[in-house]
T-cell receptor, first 114, second 116 residues
Framework: AQSVTQLDSHVSVSEGTPVLLRCNYSSSYSPSLFWYVQHPNKGLQLLLKYTSAATLVKGINGFEAEFKKSETSFHLTKPSAHMSDAAEYFCVVSDPAGRRALTFGSGTRLQVQP | GAGVSQSPSNKVTEKGKDVELRCDPISGHTALYWYRQRLGQGLEFLIYFQGNSAPDKSGLPSDRFSAERTGESVSTLTIQRTQQEDSAVYLC??????????????FGPGTRLTVT
């Protein structure tokens, strides 16, 4: 069984300040982990994915995430927030031994204040 | 190239009616998934098709929900005798054959279903 916990339902930052969106996972196997972003009235877009090649993963739009097995975490960060980053972010786990479907966290809504 | 498309984009129906949602995956993608996203929540897996294998229906919430896929193309999700708790955005995703869990899924824009 696998699960994902996003520790914050809402995060508010000021433009130009760092972003931290927290995610903890649980998986019986070595998981594949993803972050997806969903802008209002738009479809889900893949930000980045971890597949055991490197623990620090760089994604699009300046986002990156670090896989920490000892902490079972996969937090998403960005050094400087932009207004266009305001969206819903989902941490996602895929269990290679399972049915290939994705297990989504409940989401974190990021607000960026001017 | 064309992405995953879904129709209709919005559907309002009365309680008790049947609805049919359509998904056109990316050409060449053998895997197709349906998810449901209730307001303010993450996505829930519903059903998974992979090639000619029997679909994984383990996420379907009740026997009112069913889905079909014709070969490796269009899929339809049918909800019979809709209830208000069925109101959600229904998302379809497709991918290449998932030889590992790391294969990226491409999502459609979703169908917003409102049951009144």
């Amino acid at each position: 069984a696998q699960s994902v916990t996003q520790l914050d339902s809402h995060v508010s930052v000021s433009e130009g300040t760092p972003v931290l969106l927290r995610c903890n996972y649980s998986s019986s196997y070595s998981p594949s982990l993803f972050w997806y972003v969903q802008h209002p009235n738009k479809g889900l877009q893949l930000l980045l994915k971890y597949t055991s090649a490197a623990t620090l993963v760089k994604g699009i739009n300046g986002f990156e995430a670090e896989f920490k097995k000892s902490e079972t975490s996969f937090h998403l960060t960005k050094p400087s927030a932009h207004m266009s980053d305001a969206a819903e972010y989902f941490c996602v786990v895929s269990d290679p031994a399972g049915r290939r479907a994705l297990t989504f966290g409940s989401g974190t809504r990021l607000q960026v204040q001017p | 190239g064309a992405g995953v498309s879904q129709s209709p984009s919005n559907k309002v129906t009365e309680k008790g009616k049947d609805v049919e949602l359509r998904c056109d995956p990316i050409s060449g993608h053998t895997a197709l998934y349906w998810y449901r996203q209730r307001l303010g929540q993450g996505l829930e897996f519903l059903i998974y098709f992979q090639g000619n294998s029997a679909p994984d229906k383990s996420g379907l919430p009740s026997d009112r929900f069913s889905a079909e896929r014709t070969g490796e193309s269009v899929s339809t999700l049918t909800i019979q005798r809709t209830q208000q708790e069925d109101s959600a955005v229904y998302l379809c995703a497709s991918s290449l054959e998932p030889t590992s869990g790391a294969v990226r899924q491409y999502f459609g824009p979703g169908t917003r279903l409102t049951v009144t």
